[in-house]
Each structure stands twice: as C-alpha cells, then as structure tokens.
C-alpha cells in the first residue's frame, strides 16, 4: 500500500534562507507528484507537477526533484519570503485496484517564516 | 473568470441532520472529486466522478453520498450516518478523466463543517 510521509509537520525559519522540503513514498510505481500549496482555511494551489519521466520542476523560486528509485522528492524554495508561509502538501498519482489513477497524500509541512 | 466554488464557506449542523456542500465549476473539467481533511492528516477521497451520471466510492465514501447530473456541479451530501463529520471538505476537477495517468487537480477554497 502505497504511503506518502512528509518530513517535519512543522518547520520555522528566518526570512532569506533557503529551504529544503521533503515528500517521501513507499511504491515507486508512481505517474507523477505534485506539490501543494495551502493557506489557513483556504483551498490547494498545485504548485508544480512532475511527471514519472521528469527529475525537476521549476516555477520561480521553486524547484521541485523527483527521484522514483529512491522514493524521494524534495521542494527548494530561495530566498524564502513571509508571504510562504503557508502548509505544503506533496501527493503522488498511482492506478488505483480499480483501475482509475488516484492521488495518495501526505499529511503536509507547515511553514513558518519570520520576518 | 475559470475556477471552482465551494459554498458555504462554513456549515454548522445539529447531529442526526442532513447537509449539502455545493461545488460547481466552470473550467469544463471531465472529473470532479471530494476529499475530506483533517488536521495532522492527508487528504482522503470520498467520491470521485469522471463523467455526468457517474460516481465512485472512494476510500471513505460511508455516511456520505453525492449527484453528477450536470457536467458543472458535484455536491455532496453528509448524512445523519456519518458518525464523525465535522471537518474541512474540498472540492477538486481535473480536466482528464481518472484514466488518464496527466489528472492534475485544480482545488476550491473548501467547506468548513462544524457538527454542534
């Protein structure tokens, strides 16, 4: 059974650094992950998406890996500025028994950067 | 202007009362899904519909129930059956069916639902 873990649930920092975010999943037979954004109370904003066959997503200062073998993916964000601070979710597309795709999610970082 | 609504923003409900989320959309997405989030955990998936007429179960479909009869609209219904429904609820669309292996899903702004 295919398990997404995000690694810390919370995570504070000073505004300027540069951080890492991390996604990890157990099957690697995945179609592609994608990165989330979510504000307090607000819906999901998909950030980057990457395909099975990519290793890098970029969108501005974001840099999304994918490493299937491994089962890893990784979020960089530069020059982290207090407007992300918000909750960050990775969620990877699988076939599902069914034979429909489904997306299985982490339980999302929450970001905190100080001014 | 594209996207997709969620109302009401927030929802109280006595127990044994049934309630309606409403989630439209106006993107022409084939599929449309429901998830439920609680706090410290992922998201996890009610029902799904790829197409107007159909739905699926998805891993915690019990106590819940929905309708696609237009393309634009996917409510879902909590019923007096759902023993713990006080959560936040999303609506989501992707514009390929869920056969598709490219379904990148577009999100609204969520319902918030407070069991009293």
């Known amino acids: 059974k295919q398990e997404v873990t995000q690694i810390p649930a919370a995570l504070s920092v000073p505004e300027g650094e540069n951080l890492v975010l991390n996604c990890s999943f157990t099957?690697?037979?995945?179609?592609?992950l994608q990165w989330f954004r979510q504000d307090p109370g607000k819906g999901l904003t998909s950030l980057l998406l990457?395909?099975?066959s990519q290793r890098e997503q970029t969108s501005g200062r974001l840099n999304a890996s994918l490493d299937k073998s491994s089962g890893r993916s990784t979020l960089y964000i530069a020059a982290s500025q207090p407007g992300d601070s918000a909750t960050y979710l990775c969620a990877v597309s699988l076939l599902g028994p069914d034979s429909n795709y489904q997306l299985i999610w982490g339980a999302g970082t929450k970001l905190i950067i100080k001014p | 202007d594209g996207g997709i609504t969620q109302s009401p923003k927030y929802l109280f409900r006595k127990e044994g009362q049934n309630v309606t989320l409403s989630c439209e959309q106006n993107l022409n997405h084939d599929a449309m899904y429901w998830y439920r989030q609680d706090p410290g955990q992922g998201l996890r998936l009610i029902y799904y519909s790829q197409i107007v007429n159909d739905f699926q179960k998805g891993d915690i479909a019990e106590g819940y129930s929905v309708s696609r009869e237009k393309k634009e609209s996917f409510p879902l219904t909590v019923t007096s059956a759902q023993k713990n429904p006080t959560a936040f609820y999303l609506c989501?669309?992707?514009?390929?069916?869920?056969?598709?292996?490219?379904?990148?899903?577009?999100f609204g702004p969520g319902t918030r639902l407070t069991v009293l």
């Open positions: 989501a669309s992707s514009i390929s069916p869920t056969y598709s292996s490219y379904n990148e899903q577009f």
């Open positions: 990457i395909q099975s």
């Open positions: 099957d690697s037979a995945i179609y592609n």
